[in-house]
C-alpha cells in the first residue's frame, strides 16, 4: 500500500483544515487507518483512527483525548481515501501528520500496529 498525504498548511488558531491521505496498491477496505503527528522534539502520537467497517458499513473511531470534538476521521473506501477534518485549532496542534495503513484497528493506536505510512504533511497553527 502506497499512501500520499495533502491539505497541510498554515492556519490561525480557531481555524480549519482537512487532510487527505490517498492510497494506491492494494484492497483498501480491507485496511484500517489512523493519523498520528510529530512535533518538534517529540515522539509520534496517534491522533484518530478508524476501522474498515462492518457488512453494514459502519466503522469503529478512535481520537486522542486532546482532539475529542475538534477533529473527524473519516474514510471514502471507493476514493481510497481517509481524511481528517481539524476544527478549532489550536497552536498545540502545530506538528507533521502522518497517515497510516494497517491490518488492526485499536482504541489505543500504537505506531507498531501500522505497516504503511504516508510521507507527512506540516500543520502550522499559528496565535
Known amino acids: 500500500v502506497q499512501l500520499q498525504a495533502s491539505g497541510g498548511g498554515l492556519v490561525q488558531a480557531g481555524g480549519s483544515l482537512r487532510l487527505s491521505c490517498v492510497a494506491s496498491?492494494?484492497?483498501?477496505?480491507?485496511?484500517?487507518l489512523a493519523w498520528f503527528h510529530q512535533a518538534p522534539g517529540k515522539e509520534r502520537e496517534s491522533v484518530a483512527a478508524i476501522s474498515w467497517g462492518n457488512p453494514r458499513g459502519r466503522y469503529s473511531t478512535y481520537y486522542v483525548e486532546s482532539v475529542k470534538g475538534r477533529f473527524t476521521i473519516s474514510r471514502d473506501n471507493a476514493k481510497n481515501t481517509v481524511y481528517l477534518q481539524m476544527n478549532n485549532l489550536k497552536p498545540e496542534d502545530t506538528a507533521v501528520y502522518y497517515c497510516?495503513?494497517?491490518?488492526?484497528?485499536?482504541?489505543?493506536?500504537?505506531?507498531?500496529?501500522?505497516?504503511?505510512w504516508g510521507q507527512g504533511t506540516q500543520v502550522t497553527v499559528s496565535s
Open positions: 496498491g492494494s484492497t483498501f477496505g480491507n485496511y484500517a
Open positions: 497510516a495503513a494497517g491490518r488492526i484497528f485499536s482504541d489505543d493506536p500504537k505506531s507498531t500496529l501500522y505497516d504503511y
